[in-house]
């Protein structure tokens, strides 16, 4: 794995395009990655941020309006990601969380929050005017299986 993400990050030098590795600190920081994104039951952020090198971006997943209020004590998290907000293919089992608890989410800490979950060209708008500061997403970059 550790080859594989310092590969990325070879193939992204000079531009301003970031890798950062889910959930393992460890590869992150021997690939030379520029980050890690922790779920939400993962290692405590301020953990993190004592042994990361200076610069080192460190995200959450979050899914509730205490969990933003949680991940931000301390100040050690860049971002946060907060999701299901709609249905998605990727989560089917999960339940849409919506816009309004995304507006909740967003209004509960000064960290910038990117909603994932069901995102497609035609919500980005009202995930924005919700609060988020930008959009993740999986399912609206996947490539249509009659492309070659």
């Not at 993962?42 to 933003?68: C, N, Q, T």
């Not at 608890?101 to 000064?110: I, P, Q, S, Y």
């Amino acid at each position: 794995m550790t080859r594989l993400v310092s590969a990325c990050v070879d193939a992204i030098r000079g531009t301003r395009a970031r890798v950062l590795v889910n959930d393992r600190f460890d590869v992150a920081v021997a690939a030379g990655a520029h980050g890690v994104h922790l779920r939400g039951d993962s290692f405590p952020a301020p953990r993190i941020r004592a042994y990361a090198p200076p610069g080192f971006l460190i995200g959450r997943s979050v899914h509730s309006a205490s969990d933003a209020v949680m991940a931000a004590d301390g100040d050690a998290v860049d971002y946060l990601i907060f999701g299901t907000v709609f249905e998605s293919r990727s989560k089917p089992d999960r339940v849409a969380a919506g816009l309004r608890e995304l507006t909740a989410v967003a209004d509960a800490t000064r960290i910038p929050v990117l909603a994932i979950g069901g995102m497609t060209s035609d919500r980005i708008a009202d995930v924005m005017r919700a609060g988020a500061a930008g959009v993740a997403g999986i399912s609206m970059f996947d490539m249509p299986s009659d492309v070659s």
